[in-house]
């Protein structure tokens, strides 16, 4: 199908789900894992799947905080047009959800309401001790030490860590919107992180209404756009 077909049924679509991953923010300058230029790509001594485990987070939370600060904080990063586009959608009634892996927050930043986090946020963060919590900016201000609450205990993203389970509320919400969506469109994600990667399967719209926005392939499904996720959104 060309652009202009995927364009029109877009046009009709009434609860349209987007499902992103990492891939919609590089365009933001915030790199992904798995492309060339991706976090994967680079040579650590221990590879970032293991720095950002729940198992290394307690066991060398210094370490942790090192590559947390350096790789997955971005404060210059703004939303690009794949967030704009979502969010105005959403504004027009179009869009019932978005359904992201990403923890940057650029969708909010964008105006989106309705986001999933399945992953969690790096703007959302609480005291292991007593369970205060803290914005990003209160993170940023101890760093490169490890971010500590006044009773003295750390202070830990409300990210998903490898390990850890996906926060209930946000998977029934995404649950709930991908079942009942007539379009859904999966973007910027190479679909390898499970268990999210499983949710796509919950769509039960027309299989035509399955799109695929990504910089490369992948397997398994019919209907996919090849190229940058800014540009065709
Ligand atoms: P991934 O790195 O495994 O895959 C990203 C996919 O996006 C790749 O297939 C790549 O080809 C594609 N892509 C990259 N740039 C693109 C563009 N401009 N347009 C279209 N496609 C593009 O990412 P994933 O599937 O989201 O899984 C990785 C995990 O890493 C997720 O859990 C996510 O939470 C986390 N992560 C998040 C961020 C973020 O919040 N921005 C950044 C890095 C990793």
């Known amino acids: 199908m ?38 994967y790509s680079q040579k650590y001594d221990v590879p970032p799947e293991t720095v950002l485990s729940a198992e290394y987070f307690y066991a060398h939370t210094d370490k942790f905080f090192r590559f947390y600060f350096d790789k997955m904080i971005c404060t210059d990063a703004k939303p690009n047009a794949a967030h704009k586009k979502l969010a105005e ?62 009773c003295g205990g750390v ?26 969506a007539d379009m859904l469109i999966v973007g910027g994600t190479s679909l390898t992180v499970y268990p999210a990667a499983s949710f796509v399967k919950y769509y039960k719209g027309a299989r035509e209404n399955l799109i695929v926005i990504n910089l490369t392939e992948i397997s398994g499904f019919e209907n996919q756009l090849i190229g940058k996720i800014g540009e065709l959104l």
């Open 2 to 39: 060309t652009v202009d077909g995927y364009r029109a049924r877009a046009e009709r679509a009434e609860r349209i789900v987007f499902f992103g991953g990492a891939g919609v923010s590089t365009e933001s300058g915030i790199p992904d894992f798995r492309s060339v230029d991706g976090l």
């Open 89 to 150: 959608w959403e504004k027009q009634g179009k869009l019932s959800a978005i359904v992201t892996q990403n923890i940057d927050g650029l969708h909010q930043a964008a105006g989106s309401e309705k986001v999933f986090e399945l992953h969690g946020s790096v703007h959302r963060n609480t005291c292991t001790l007593c369970g205060k919590a803290f914005a990003l900016d209160d993170m940023l201000k101890q760093k490169p030490n490890i971010p500590r609450c006044d």
């Open 155 to 180: 202070i830990k993203p409300n990210v998903v860590l490898y390990g850890e389970s996906l926060p209930y509320a946000a998977v029934n919400g995404a649950l709930d919107a991908i079942a009942n």
